[in-house]
């Protein structure tokens, strides 16, 4: 077990390598100089010489790639030119809010996902199934910002059950920082009223987000149960006089969870993506809102910093189910 | 027959699936007894309801697509088919148990064969009183001493060991020993040495043998091999598209065989210094099930058979415990036999 | 697949007779799909789509809208029986604009999905085929490429290049290239070990000959399916790029475009966002049903 996860951490340096090498290519094919875009709107000539200088831009590629590492490795990412601050400050100030409201939507995603799958599969082709067939289907298709924004529509504004948006109210105080996940700090720190707003300002982007993640993981839990159930280990089980109940959580559910995984996985990777889009509708102070704003105003270091980090993280959020994998299939700590 | 009251009667069973294409009428009113301590063989070709047989005593069958429509299946006085789940989980294991044929496949990959094992010991609690229930560490002991029965080395070593990790013949005595842990009165084997090498069937055979003797048991052994049922049984029942056809003592069997059907298998069976050019077959194939012939099933093949056949064929005893399912039983009667025929 | 004999001797068979399995094969196919109620729905989604795209400019009821024309008098119209999805701020019929939104639509989903199939496909092929430090080469690269959520990824390249519709599908692209190289690698793959490949190798065909009309062709089942099923993803990604302004730019009637400015016109005249929104997830679900239903039929292990 040891060994296979240090087999996966090594690889997992590798993979940062290759990311880094994407983040820098592109930032090589940006038509503009890319000397001009670090230095900012108003830098005059000598200035954007001495970034030029700096940045090791009049040297060749691998040598650039060198420093660049290095530059990031020395914690200086830039400067954004929208928020006139240091990227890897911003990075620091905006992560962990993008971090509680993805995990917090994985884990609503996971919750009802997986045994919605399991009802779907024992009661296969009754009403029940049907009804949740239905939502899957419909769930997968729909468009994340679009259902945020119908969201807002009827459950903020129309029903006013929610806020509109922002991680808490504009005249609330965060509680003060211990792990800067606010949800975390505010119980640690006893402020259940902030946890109460915290709570009742994360639940509609959550839910938009995780919707399409709910729908695929329902899907395919439903589908890894029905083939379980069929298969010979589930006839012994019987035979020897188990309950249905161990049957179906214990010895069917295992088995169905592998794949199930592979798509929670997969599904994570879609919802890093999806938290441009629901930080934008609501106004959520997270990365992708971040890099959508500098997107637009083409402000250039941001970007790339954003994509790092959440590149990481998705890395390391894989590296995780691997290991769970492990841990849940035998089999599998026995393979390269 | 006389003698003691059996331990398992199945009576006049009629079994149906509905299936897509219609229904399949798997099972048309068969009946054997089972006495206790006895080994009872069911053969026939693939296909002909043994194993449906078999999941039918135990309630595995999911009920639709299956559906009984007559019979009773008697063990110790009760009725299998109208006892309700909750008493069948408890008889499953604790009184009937069964062994399949791929032990790879009936053993669940992710866990270990020790919390399979010690899972299905915990089930069989459930039907005992408080007082006797054993803990999971009991169960543990348990679990141990049943892997040394069947002579698999390194129990305690073997209980973390994931299936994956042993071979065929080691899996199929992790099963016998998952079947026999509670006790049972009846083990029911459903061609248990099919998957394996030729070596470690003999081997499974006997271990069979001599865990019946020792645990007292009564085994029904369901197989295709005439082989199997030479070397382990005392009686044997042959089935054929769902019918029985001829119910002896293996002896009787394979001496005196009077159903065209039986005859054919065991002239199928090559002999060592017999030319191959006198191997026989049967011809024709399986009847469809979903439309079967009137009567006898097998007349569509039977070199005997004859328009009466269209007719369902009589049971006759033709010498102490030996029946056949044949209009023609008084024409396969060897000379100097006496005859009595009706059931 | 069939395996099309060689005729030696005699006059070489019709059309019909050459190809008699796989017409047969086809025919199956197309009994097996028509059973499937969802799998037409969505048959029937694609093919309205389509057509819709096809004929858009032309049933449209307001065509000059489409060209800007303003008309502030009715401006943000609720839905009625002449604006049957209301109006935008400029007057603009919402239904005529989501109409035509269909046809951008559909270019930049085939444009993303082909692009990605032309790159995706060969790199397995040849990942597969070639095997070795080739393979590890490419399959490394792929791999690194799926580490990155894919919206993240289309971002920082649109970010690079300066937003636009263009560089919005050339972002696509890259993003969804990957996907294809690990389906064709691990087909090809399992394909190289396959009886006939080795049969065919052994009387002298040559690799290309392998890879174009042995392997190809089995390749095209799992193919279909994940470009049919990828082609709803690429609508969704062109209209979240189109919503964060960095795709169509506006007045492209593009769906995303559209919901980006109807935003600001939330709540009161909320038909403006609603309705291309449906149209996307209408959309999305079509080809979605339609990939579930080619799946059941070429992968048939796949039942649900």
Known sequence: MLRFTLRRAVLMVFMLLGLLAITFTISHIAPSDPAALAAGPDADVAMIERYRVEYGLDRPLYEQFAIYLQRLLTGNWGKSIHTTRQVWDDLVTYFPNTFELVMFSILIAIVLGVPLGVIAAVHQNRPIDHTIRILTVSGVALPMFWLGLMAQLYFALHLGWFPLGGRIEMMTDPPEAITHLLLVDALLRGQFGVFAEGMHHIVLPAVALCFPALASIIRVNRAEMLETLNQDYIVNARAHGLSTFRIVAVYALKNAMLPTMAMIGLRFGWMLGGTVLVETVFDWPGIGLYAVQAAISSDFEPIMGATIVLGFFFMMTNLVIDLIYGILDPRVREQV | ?343 | MAIQSENLALAPPGFAERHAGTIRALRLYARTFARNGSAMLGLAIVLLFLTTAAIGPWIVPFPDDATGSIHLDIKLQPPDGVHWFGTDEVGNDVFTRVVLGTRVTLQIACIVTGVAMLIGVPLGMIAGFVGGWVQEAIMRVTDVFLSVPGLVLAIAIVGALGPGIVNAMLALSLVWWPGYVRLVQAKTLALKNEIYVQAARSMGASSLRIVFVHMLPNCTSPIIVKASMDMGMAILGAASLGFLGLGAQPPFPEWGAMISIARTYLPDWWWYSFFPGVAIAVTVLGFNLLGDGLRDVLDPKHRE
């Open chain 2, 1 to 343: 027959m006389t003698g003691p009251a059996p331990l398992l009667s199945v009576q006049d069973f009629r079994l149906e699936f509905d299936t897509f294409d219609g229904v399949y009428k798997a099972i048309d009113g068969i009946g054997f007894d089972l006495a206790p301590g006895e080994s009872l063989g069911i053969v026939g070709e693939t296909g002909c309801g043994k194993s449906v047989t078999a999941k039918s005593i135990m309630g595995l069958l999911p009920s639709p697509p299956a559906r009984v429509r007559d019979g009773r299946i008697l063990f110790g006085g009760e009725d299998l088919l109208r006892v309700g789940e909750r008493r069948m989980r408890a008889i499953r294991g604790n009184e009937i148990a069964m062994i399949f044929q791929d032990p790879m496949t009936y053993l669940n990959p992710v866990f270990s064969i020790g919390t399979q094992l010690v899972d299905v010991i915990l089930a069989h609690q459930r039907s005992r009183p408080r007082a006797e229930r054993m803990t999971r560490e009991q169960a543990r002991d348990h679990a141990v001493e049943m892997l040394r029965r069947v002579h698999l080395p390194n129990p305690e070593r073997q209980l973390d060991s994931y299936p994956h990790q042993l071979s065929g013949g080691m899996r199929q005595r992790v099963l016998i020993a998952m079947a026999l842990s509670g006790r049972p009165r009846l083990l029911i084997a459903d061609e248990p040495t099919t998957a394996l090498d030729v070596t470690i069937q003999a081997q499974i055979l006997d271990l069979i043998g001599e865990l019946r003797r020792d645990l007292g048991l009564s085994v029904v052994m369901i197989t295709h091999d005439l082989g199997v049922v030479a070397s382990v049984c005392d009686r044997v029942v042959v089935m054929y598209a769902g019918q029985i056809v001829e119910d002896a003592s293996v002896a009787r069997l394979f001496d005196h065989p009077s159903h065209p059907y039986t005859r054919g298998l065991l002239a199928a069976v090559p002999h060592p210094g017999r030319p191959a050019a006198s191997l026989s077959s049967i011809s024709g194939s399986l009847p469809n099930l979903l439309d079967p012939p009137a009567g006898c099933r097998f007349h569509g093949r039977c070199p005997l058979a004859g328009d009466d056949c269209l007719r369902p064929p009589p049971i006759s005893t033709i010498a102490d415990g030996h029946r056949v399912a044949c209009w023609r039983a008084t024409e396969a009667v060897f000379p100097g036999e006496a005859v009595d025929a009706g059931a």
